[in-house]
């Protein structure tokens, strides 16, 4: 595996930094901070040269683990099947999955996932609760987010990389467990960045979660159940 930054000096020339700031500045290179402390780190990274090092420490090795360490993952052989017959229903005569080939567009870990895994190592924390990532993803990439859950509070961090909804048209995100109806977790905004709760319900088993992400009308499905196109699909995978 790929050695872990040496966090354990000060920034070049500089003074030793707090374990807050270097787990602030690992979290801003994976883009898991909230807007607003996004936005106070980097105004404080324009006046400290410690910061700013930091942050090029870890963009180096989470680049590095990213190239060397990212394995991809295969969808379980049950996935599809429930997905087609419990969360979005499609019936024979609309063969949109094999036409589309969306499960081939399961990709592999993401940058993020493999880095939150390195800044757990290097801080050595201990994992309280079962934490998975994921991508949900069209299979040309139009649509793209990256997802992880945090079993402690039952939350899905989501990033936005690719896409946007259709004029007139919202985004609304699913999640179910096999042969359970479809829960909508929420409508997705124009921000590229989101958290949200995952029913309880849902959280005995998060990696058997088939998570969607449908095309609706303003406001969102009028009737609890995807009614629009399925844009993307995905799943979560233990780190």
Do not use: C
């Not at 040269?49 to 993952?73: C, K, N, S, Y």
């Not at 699913?174 to 849902?202: C, I």
Request: glycine share 10%; no cysteine; hydrophobic share 40%.
């Amino acid at each position: 595996m790929t050695d872990t930054p040496d966090t354990d000096r000060g920034s070049v020339g500089g003074p030793r930094l707090s374990e807050e700031d270097r787990a602030l500045a690992a979290e801003y290179v994976l883009r898991l901070l909230e807007p607003a402390e996004h936005a106070d780190f980097e105004q404080r990274l324009g006046f400290s040269r410690e910061l700013r090092d930091e942050v090029a420490m870890w963009q180096a090795h989470f680049g590095e683990v990213a190239e060397t360490e990212v394995q991809p993952i295969a969808p379980r052989p049950q996935a599809k099947a429930t997905l087609m017959r419990s969360l979005f229903e499609v019936e024979k005569k609309v063969p949109f999955w094999r036409a589309a080939g969306l499960w081939q567009g399961l990709a592999a870990l993401s940058f993020g996932a493999v880095g939150v895994m390195g800044y757990l190592l290097t801080t050595q924390q201990e994992m309280p609760a079962p934490l998975l990532v994921g991508e949900i993803s069209a299979q040309d990439d139009s649509l793209r987010l990256l997802v992880l859950y945090d079993g402690a509070d039952g939350t899905l961090r989501i990033t936005r990389t690719d896409g946007v909804s259709r004029p007139g048209r919202v985004l609304e995100l699913w999640a179910h467990g096999p042969d359970d109806p479809p829960q909508s977790l929420g409508l997705l905004d124009a921000s590229a960045q989101g958290v949200v709760k995952v029913p309880p319900a849902l959280r005995n088993s998060p990696s058997d979660l088939i998570l969607g992400i449908s095309d609706e009308p303003a406001g969102g499905s009028p009737t609890g159940r995807p009614t629009g196109e399925i844009m993307a699909i995905g799943s979560l995978a233990d780190l």
